[in-house]
């Protein structure tokens, strides 16, 4: 024997293989209600069973509110859920989220293990709706060429937005091979960007008659499509997988052909008010423009100009005045300045010496004489008095 | 469709460029009023377009080659 384990590591060790299995993470479980119970918690507990064997189950208060009929003792039911282990009892269970009565044929269980397969996938998220297009200028309908649901596709969208072209792709819309017409014709649309809208469905019928929407095939086409795909599948109460995965779910054809284009009515409706708006918005640029116009022409150099200009003349007048008057001020000031500067001169003057009895003394070639040693006996100077000169001879030199 | 127009989306955007232009009266009155010259021909068409447009179906068929056919489209006959 080798290393003995805990109960719990056991339990825990079990639960683990468990959790990493894909079948249990999500199984659809088809069988016999017995010994239901809902506690005062609201979680609901019971078994599911079939001739040969049984398995616990729970449904906690969350998913349980979302049962849209009452479970009871005996009643054949189908379980969606995943299955895991409870520790402290060892106890494996199905931790049920959703149950619908069984008994409404093979079909409803292969709904909803398409639908259940899909949504795990993320094929219905809503981040991968496609925004329709405003003003869509081509709309393929894939549908049956016959029968009232193109006819009334037609006619609405005719009535609503005759601009917009419709491309009739005809398929078969039950039977075996309507999947793949219905999903290649999805695919050829896409591939030759023929349309930039599609709309598929048909009329209303049996869950037999409809089931071609409900086909893998064809819903993988729709999440496939680049183009905005409108589900548009039987009457109001029938959901198809292909409503799901389609960009907008219409109730009938004829809804879909209504939410596909805008009504041309509205559309002049929207015209009319554009065009006022517009109107309204040039009316009052026009009425600011008349404004400046009419200030412009309020001034008085446009009415009446020559007044203005006298004005203007006279002012030039009056500076012309005073500025004359300021340089004669200017000259007065500057001459007397002068005056004054030429009677200081004056005063320096060596002439005026001579006035006062002093006399300057040349040689012939005009050099003054200061000293007796610049001069020799016999040699002529000038003398030159206040009035007049004098030619004299040196007699005779004294030191 | 002898002259390939603006598509009534197209011209209808645009229209609602210019009433937005207008409204917000930065613009000078030439321009103010090449716009609602421009403004008032898309209106035009677009009215036109939506008054004289004829509703065109047509039959969609793949062809072997993966192309499509386009061929007339009769509705089926009904009340």
Same mark, same amino acid.
């Given at each position: ?22 079948? !249990? ?19 609901? $507990? ?45 106890? $494996? ?41 405003? $003003? ?24 609503? %937005? ?80 292909? /409503? $799901? ?30 065009? &006022? ?39 030039? /007048? %009056? ?16 001459? &007397? ?7 200081? !001169? ?11 009895? %002093? ?41 | 469709?002898?002259?390939? +127009? ?45 008054? +004289? ?27």
């Amino acid at each position: 024997m080798g290393e003995a384990i805990t109960v719990s590591a056991l339990n825990l060790y079990i639960k683990q293989m468990m959790d990493g299995d894909t079948v !249990l993470s999500s199984v659809l479980v088809r069988g016999e209600i017995s010994n239901y119970k809902v506690y005062p918690s609201g979680h609901h $507990y019971f078994s599911l069973k079939d001739a040969e064997g049984s398995i616990r189950c729970v449904m906690f208060r969350r998913e349980a509110v979302g049962l849209r009929f009452r479970p009871e003792q005996g009643m054949k039911v189908i379980a969606e859920g995943r299955v895991t282990v409870f520790p402290r009892d060892g106890q $494996y269970q199905l931790y049920c989220n959703r149950m619908i009565p069984d008994g409404i044929g093979d079909l409803h269980l292969a709904f909803e293990q398409c639908k259940a397969k899909l949504e795990r996938e993320g094929l219905f998220d809503p981040r991968h709706k496609k925004p329709l297009p405003a $003003y869509p200028e081509k709309i393929a309908l894939v549908t049956s060429p016959a029968g009232a649901a193109v006819r009334d596709m037609i006619r609405i969208l005719g009535a609503r %937005y005759p601009l917009c072209q419709v491309l009739v792709v005809p398929v078969r819309v039950q039977g075996a091979e309507a999947p793949s017409e219905i999903a290649g014709a999805i695919d050829a649309i896409n591939r030759n960007r023929a349309a930039d809208l599609i709309i598929t469905g048909r009329g209303g019928g049996s869950l037999e008659d409809l089931w071609a929407f409900n086909e893998e095939l064809v819903a993988r086409a729709i999440h496939r499509s680049e183009i905005p795909v409108i589900s548009a599948v039987g009457h109001e109460p029938d959901v198809t997988i292909a /409503d $799901y995965v389609a960009d907008l779910r219409a109730a009938t054809p004829s809804n879909a052909a209504e939410l596909a284009v805008p009504d041309s009515e509205d559309l002049r409706r929207r015209l009319r008010h554009l065009e &006022t708006r517009m109107a309204a918005g040039l009316t009052r640029d026009l009425r600011e423009g008349r404004r400046v116009l009419d200030r412009a022409k309020a001034s008085p150099w446009l009415r009446a100009p020559l007044p203005v200009i006298q004005e203007s003349r006279q002012l030039l /007048d %009056y500076r012309q005045d005073q500025l004359v008057h300021v340089v004669e001020k200017l000259l007065l000031r500057e001459r &007397t300045r002068l005056g004054k500067q030429a009677a200081a !001169l004056d005063a320096l003057s060596p002439l005026k010496v001579l006035g006062r009895g %002093y006399a300057i003394v040349r040689k012939a070639e005009g050099e003054i004489v200061l000293s007796t040693r610049q001069v020799d006996v016999e040699e002529a100077l000038t003398v030159r008095l206040n009035e007049g000169e004098l030619i004299c001879r040196v007699e005779r030199k004294e030191p | 469709m002898a002259e390939k +127009k603006m598509t009534f989306e197209a011209s209808i955007r645009r229209l609602e460029e210019i009433v937005g232009t207008l409204e917000r009266g930065d613009r000078s009155l030439e321009d103010a009023l090449a716009l609602f010259e421009e403004g008032t021909k898309l209106m035009k068409q677009c009215s036109t377009l939506l008054d +004289k447009a004829e509703q065109k179906v047509l039959k969609v068929t793949q062809q072997a080659d993966g192309t499509l056919k386009e061929s007339e489209f009769y509705p089926p006959e009904g009340e």
